[in-house]
């Protein structure tokens, strides 16, 4: 039977950008203990991957909790020496990287999690990040003609060792073998990279490569590299339309559809009656700031608010530069169900554009397995609210319904992420 894939989303201490408010709620996302308990809860709960979103700036405005952050990798590293099965995704900006340096880092955090590494290689949202490394943040079009280029040439650095090019044979005093090393000699438009990298082929032969861009360039770029893409959508029909967005693509470039998982974002809010949930929603909601709000509708739509009337509809607009995938989400749920500023404003604030699912654990269990069995998702990104209560719900109450109706793992097999996510190792060379 087809199994379901679930994702934990680490987004400051939740992605509800009032959850650190919540009685008894993690309130530091450096608290390296507060963060292991958070792995913790997912590996009792069989996740495939843990999956950590990244930004290079600070801006407390409009979800504060995600303005003090570990650095990802080195955050995943310490992860790894405290967790055995499940996969470690970091973000990391191809608008703000070099691809070297990115590959070979993966490769050192697959070496020591044993095959357990994942890249979610987004453009780089926002800006704000430009100041900070002294440059102007391209336009769309331009990021991702980087992050093509970025993506192969990573690519092309995690193949350039064969397997067995660390010989180290004490008799004849070899230690790797320079023929079975080769070099990469990349030059393109925007990268030049010699290669090799000096880190040899890694457990799962490549680190599995995710994506979350939801634009036309950020699906081909998804279609032709990634094993998981993340999808923003807001109801059933809109993410049939997107998987099958995305599946549609992998037939040309002699791609399975099921090489590929795609998991849309959800902040599952759950009770044990309906009237529970929707009782914890209204306090997370109540804890939002027009500050929060204001500014994620910046953010995410680039809607300056000065000026605006918060009650009248939403109405049409261009998508914006910064992340079409988010922008054509929202814009279709306010046409849809016509919903004024605030309305979206609101909506924003509970999930930062993400779908919000609120309800007992049998009706929140009952909509993931229909989406799961109708076209819509190969299963989850989990976006708790907050910690530990967020995610504790979930893991408590809806996985052990999804384990009693056969849809997820009741236990961990292989060793590997490629393993949980039914990938085959990758050969060099390969696709
Ligand atoms: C689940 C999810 C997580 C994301 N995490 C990050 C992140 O951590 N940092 C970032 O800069 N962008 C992040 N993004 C943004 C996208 O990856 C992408 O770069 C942006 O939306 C623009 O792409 P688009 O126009 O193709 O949608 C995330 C998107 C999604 C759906």
Redesign the pocket.
């Known amino acids: 039977m087809r199994q379901m894939h679930l994702g934990l ?1 680490l987004l400051g201490t939740g992605s509800h950008v009032a959850g650190w408010r919540m009685p008894g709620a993690v309130t530091s996302f450096q608290d390296i203990q507060a963060i292991q308990a958070m792995a913790a809860q997912a590996e009792r709960g069989c996740f495939d991957l843990i999956f950590m ?3 290079l700036y600070a801006d407390p405005g409009a979800h504060p909790s995600y303005t003090v952050r570990l650095e990802p990798l080195t955050m995943l590293a310490a992860l790894a020496m405290v967790t055995k099965h499940i996969g470690l995704g970091a ?1 990391v ?1 191809t608008t703000y990287s070099d691809p070297w340096s990115v590959a070979r880092a993966f490769a050192s955090l697959d070496h020591i999690s044993g095959g357990r590494a994942a890249w ?1 290689a ?5 800006a704000q990040a430009g100041p900070n490394f002294g440059r102007l943040h391209p336009n ?1 079009a331009e990021r991702y003609a980087i992050a093509a280029e970025f993506v192969e040439v990573v690519r092309g650095l995690w193949d350039g060792w064969e397997e067995d090019a660390l010989v180290a044979d004490r008799e004849s005093g070899l230690y790797v073998d320079p023929a079975r090393l080769h070099k990469l000699n990349h030059e393109g438009a925007h990268f030049s990279v010699q290669g090799p990298l000096n880190i040899g082929r890694s457990p799962q032969g490549r680190p599995v490569i995710l994506q ?4 036309d ?2 699906l081909d770029l998804a279609a032709r590299t990634a094993d998981v893409v ?3 959508v807001q109801e059933f029909e809109e993410a049939r339309t997107q998987y099958a967005a995305l599946k549609s693509r992998l037939p040309a470039l002699g791609r399975r559809p099921e090489e590929v998982a795609v998991l849309p ?1 959800v902040m599952p809010i759950v009770g044990r009656t309906e009237r529970e949930a929707l009782d914890k929603l209204a306090q997370l909601q109540a804890f939002i700031s027009p500050t929060n709000a204001r500014q994620l509708l910046q953010d995410r739509l680039g809607v300056d608010l000065a000026g605006r009337d918060m009650d009248a509809p939403l109405g049409d607009m261009p998508l914006f530069d ?5 922008a054509r989400a929202l814009l279709n749920k306010a046409r849809r169900d016509n919903l004024t500023l605030r309305d979206i404003y609101n909506l924003l604030g509970a999930a930062r554009g993400h779908w919000v699912l609120c309800g007992a654990a049998e009706q929140v269990a009952d909509t993931l397995q229909h989406w799961f069995e109708n076209g819509a998702a190969d299963g989850f ?1 989990v976006m708790p609210s907050h910690f530990p209560g967020g995610m504790e719900d979930f893991v408590e109450l809806v996985v052990p319904i999804l384990q009693r109706r056969g849809l997820f793992r009741t236990r961990y097999e292989g060793t590997t992420l490629r393993d949980l996510l039914g990938l085959r190792r990758p050969a060099r060379g390969e696709g």
């Open positions: 989303f979103g990244d930004n973000t900006a979610n987004v453009t780089g949202s926002s769309h979350a861009g939801g634009s360039a950020g993340f999808a923003v974002g910064g992340g079409h995938g988010f990104n």
